[in-house]
């Protein structure tokens, strides 16, 4: 049974059964009873060592709800998912639409985009992150192995999903008229 979880930082903390249950609980969010989330919390704490990182603990959950092998648990699975996606990707915070094309162009990952400041912000009420959270774990692994943007040598992704898509969206409306691409 988890004892110590060791953070992402580095710093430890007593495991408390309370937050994982809290979080379960939250990712089971809509799912009524199509899930069984204590289970799930139970399966996956009753495999880890004593100490253990909280990446290793959210992998463990994404498993188990991966392994019951419904569309129900790969629900949960995405939302867990999703979330982990955010802290690796992006461990200080999501950039804009603009700051991470800039980053990716001065890394030589994609091209410059034909748009103006005022596109970009339009662009920037556009994007909804939170659509993430309604995803599959499927859909989410799809995208992020086939289309997002990474550094394979460096080990380095930069994108989750809905940058991704806006992405794809700006490029392929990239030569369309200004009145209308938007």
């Not at 609980?25 to 199509?34: F, H, I």
């Not at 990446?55 to 699975?77: F, G, P, T």
């Not at 692994?141 to 550094?151: F, G």
């Amino acid at each position: 049974m988890i004892q110590t979880v060791v953070k992402r930082d580095g710093s430890k903390q007593d495991f408390s059964a309370g937050k994982l249950n809290k979080w379960a609980a939250w990712a089971a969010q809509s799912l009524g009873n199509y899930v069984d989330w204590p289970s799930v919390v139970l399966s996956a704490v009753s495999t880890l060592p004593k100490e253990c990182s909280s990446k290793l603990l959210q992998e463990r959950l994404i498993k188990v709800c991966i392994d019951n092998d419904s569309w129900s648990y790969n629900k949960m699975a995405g939302r867990l998912y999703a979330a982990l996606l955010d802290k690796d990707i992006f461990p200080k915070g999501k950039p804009t639409v603009k700051e991470l094309h800039l980053k990716l162009t001065d890394l030589g990952f994609m091209v410059e985009l034909d748009y103006s400041e005022e596109e970009y912000a339009q662009v920037e009420k556009l994007i909804d992150h939170s659509l993430d959270f309604k995803a599959t774990h499927f859909e989410l692994h799809h995208i992020r192995s086939k289309y997002a943007v990474k550094d394979r040598v460096k080990g380095v992704e930069y994108e989750t999903q809905q940058f991704v898509y806006m992405r794809m969206a700006m490029t392929a409306a990239e030569s369309e008229s200004k009145n209308e691409r938007m």
